[in-house]
């Protein structure tokens, strides 16, 4: 059957959720949207791991009992889940496991005894009882040797925890054992045998190397003297089971492993095995205890382990409330739609690696990638398409008699080269998209929305509007752009959801582009004269420093720019500029005279015969893109200046160089013998047109 499973770890309940916890369902929430668009019948659990010695502690210091803490944190996973579009009602996961739940407990009851009545590869029983003598981080719930532990400054005193600083707990007493030493063999012979077993590669290294080096026998179980909150062990009720035992066995019972009724409304047959996401940190639990155990048991292996990176600061530091660098959620919530968290989150970690976060490189992203990107390119074909075609898609097809008048204008006749393009993004998408490619995936959908808008503003629709002669031509150019639109609403639906609906509702298109398997599509298949939605704005512009001002964000201090009312103070005082050089002086009235305005390079290329020259449309925020030429195509690649924002000298008498005309200048810097261009541009964002003062 064609199914899917996908997981994210299961949350400690003794605290509240922060951005990592949001950032793996965002993760498993997009696979699982994407599987479905595809017919995949898919099951995405998430939830919260609600036993152990750390919660009970929590409790106790909340004053609360164990269970009434566990209901209290995940009265917040359930807000944060629903407010960021994860739960049920919204599309997302399909179960918020718990391991409170009774059908949790019988489960795992049903593992441990069939694991206890199983031998080793080695023929040995795989969980027998004895004696444990350690020290156990109740943070981490993993007991820690000797390498993994910060011996103490004063003798007497405890270890301490090299993640997280805290002391560790002395354990000295009888214990079962899972006799893990047995399973390094059988284990290595998985990774081989499956070399995508454990994602990405280097992390499947790092496991393979711990398993060579030798393994020793888990502790499953504590006295109930010792730790009462967690599911008694069956048939010896004075011990309670590991509480990694118990977590990492939700991903069977929460789909009706050990229990009938589960299996009724769920299916462990029908899903298992699963996609387990987790972050690098509790990697280890996922590609070696739990495979063991499942070996043990004889039940199938998960189908993958997944590794993802960390989120650290925009300095690369660990984020924690101590360094006050951390993500609020709350502060997402107020300022950042939910669909540029989720693009940032995606196109922002390569998926494996750590990436950094901050709320100022979330705005930018937020501006240049969905705002001038795909949410202007949306606006801009469709406003097109309300002028010029009366809100009717207009015909993609140019009649055979008006295709030489067409072929005048330097508009393509062959649609099948757009089309082409579209599809070859649209394989690789989809190919990177499910080797989790993410950021890979998203710049290949990138790549259509420069190639579109490179083909508008090539096209110039607004001249052509001009001409009664050409309207099929400009029909066409605008018929391009609106297909591509609805194939990238479909790409990009399980990155952001509700962004591809709200264009897919403004191309006047039925139905919603969860339901539209991106591997099915037809260029082609809008239809023409159907009627197009309301245009509306889908990524409004971020006011960058308005926010970052409101936002208190001490990690970020610099980041805050001045507000616009504050006086502009002059950059370069008398004495200093005698010291650069400069010679003499102009009145600020002559400075006033030079009009200088943002732009934004759309396109960029050379010119044949002219090595030196490079023909650009740059876009300053007038209903045309000017076209300037540049003498810098020495220097400069012409591919990587397109998007970039520059400054350009608006006022410049137009002239004419090479036969083409140039509609202003780009200002540079020059420096050096031969006078080496380095083009003006700006750090922050900020619209194109504005005037420079
Ligand atoms: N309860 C265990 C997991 C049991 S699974 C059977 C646990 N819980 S946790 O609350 O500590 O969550 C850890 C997970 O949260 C990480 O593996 C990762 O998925 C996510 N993240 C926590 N901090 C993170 C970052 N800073 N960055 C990215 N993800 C992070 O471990």
Redesign the pocket.
């Given at each position: 059957m064609n199914t899917f499973y996908v997981t994210?770890?299961?949350?400690?309940a003794n605290?509240l959720p922060?951005?990592?916890?949001l950032?793996?369902m965002i993760v498993a929430d997009t696979i699982s949207r994407a599987k479905r668009q595809r017919s995949i019948d898919t099951y995405f659990l998430t939830g919260?791991?609600e036993h152990g010695i750390n919660i009970e502690r929590a409790a106790q210091k909340a004053g609360r009992t164990p269970k009434e803490q566990a209901d209290y944190v995940v009265s917040y996973y359930k807000k944060m889940t629903s407010e960021f579009g994860l739960d049920t009602a919204h599309g997302g996961y399909d179960i918020f496991m718990r391991t409170t739940e009774p059908f949790h407990y019988q489960g795992v009851s049903e593992l441990w005894r069939r694991i206890a009545k199983a031998k080793t590869p080695k023929g040995n029983d795989a969980i027998y009882k004895g004696h444990y003598e350690g020290w156990f981080c109740a943070a981490c719930?993993e007991y820690k040797t000797e390498d993994e532990y910060q011996k103490p400054k004063n003798e007497g005193d405890p270890p301490t925890c090299l993640i997280h600083d805290t002391p560790l707990d002395r354990v000295s007493e009888e214990s079962y054992f899972f006799r893990l030493s047995d399973y390094d063999e059988a284990l290595l012979s998985v990774l081989e045998e499956r070399p995508d077993f454990v994602r990405p590669d280097y992390r499947r290294n790092e496991v393979a190397s711990f398993l060579r080096g030798g393994l020793q026998d888990l502790s499953v179980s504590r006295l109930k003297t010792s730790v009462s909150w967690g599911i008694p062990v069956p048939d010896d009720p004075a011990h309670t089971m590991y509480?990694?035992f118990d977590?990492?066995t939700?991903?069977i019972t929460a789909i009706g492993f050990g229990n009938e009724e589960r299996q009724k409304v769920v299916g462990f047959d029908k899903y298992w095995p699963a996609l387990h996401?987790?972050?690098?940190?509790?990697l280890r639990?996922?590609a070696v205890y739990?495979p063991a155990f499942l070996l043990a048991a004889g039940i199938e292996l998960p189908r993958a382990i997944v590794a993802?990176?960390?989120?650290?600061d925009p300095n690369g530091r660990?984020?924690s409330k101590t360094l006050g660098n951390t993500i609020e959620l709350d502060i997402l919530q107020k300022y950042f739609s939910i669909d540029s968290i989720r693009y940032f989150c995606l196109r922002e970690m390569v998926f494996g690696q750590?990436?950094r976060f901050g709320y100022e490189g979330l705005i930018d992203r937020a501006n240049s990638d969905l705002a001038s990107g795909w949410g202007n390119l949306s606006s801009r074909t469709l406003t097109m398409i309300a002028r010029y075609c009366d809100s009717r898609i207009p015909s993609g097809v140019i009649p055979e008699d008006k295709l030489l008048l067409a072929k005048r204008t330097g508009v393509d006749t062959d649609e099948t080269t757009v089309a082409g393009f579209i599809e070859l993004a649209r394989d690789q998408f989809v190919h990177q998209f499910d080797n989790l490619a993410f950021s890979k995936a998203l710049e290949t959908a990138w790549s259509v929305v420069a190639r579109v808008d490179k083909m508008i503003t090539d096209a110039k629709p607004w001249d052509l509007a001009k001409d009664e002669n050409q309207k099929q031509t400009l029909g066409v150019v605008l018929y391009r752009a609106a297909e591509s639109l609805r194939w990238l609403s479909v790409l990009l639906y399980p990155v952001m959801p509700e962004a591809s609906r709200a264009i897919w509702k403004q191309l006047g298109l039925d139905g919603s582009p969860a339901q539209i398997d991106p591997t099915q599509l037809k260029w082609g298949e809008l239809k023409e004269g159907s009627t197009i939605g309301e245009v509306q704005p889908v990524f409004p512009r971020m006011d960058k420093a308005k926010i970052m001002s409101e936002i208190s964000a001490p990690t970020e201090p610099s980041a805050v720019a001045p507000g616009p009312s504050e006086p502009s103070a002059p950059v370069v005082h008398a004495t200093q500029a005698d010291a650069v050089g400069v010679t003499s002086f102009i009145e600020i009235d002559d400075f006033a005279k030079v009009d200088l305005r943002v732009g934004q390079v759309l396109s960029a290329e050379r010119i044949p015969k002219a090595d030196k020259l490079l023909l650009m449309k740059v876009d300053i925020g007038e209903e045309q893109p000017r076209q300037i030429l540049a003498g810098i195509a020495q220097y400069y690649e012409p591919e990587k200046l397109i998007g970039r924002k520059v400054v350009i000298v608006a006022n410049l008498k137009p002239r004419k160089l090479r036969g083409l005309e140039s509609q202003g200048m780009v200002v540079a810097a020059s420096y050096g013998e031969e006078g080496r261009p380095v083009i003006a541009t700006f750090t922050e964002d900020v619209p194109n047109g504005a005037r420079l003062k």
């Open positions: 994210t770890p299961i949350y400690y605290s922060h951005l990592g916890h950032y793996t919260t791991d719930a509480v990694w977590a990492l939700n991903y996401l987790v972050g690098k940190d509790i639990f996922h739990w993802h990176g960390m989120w650290l660990k984020m750590d990436g």
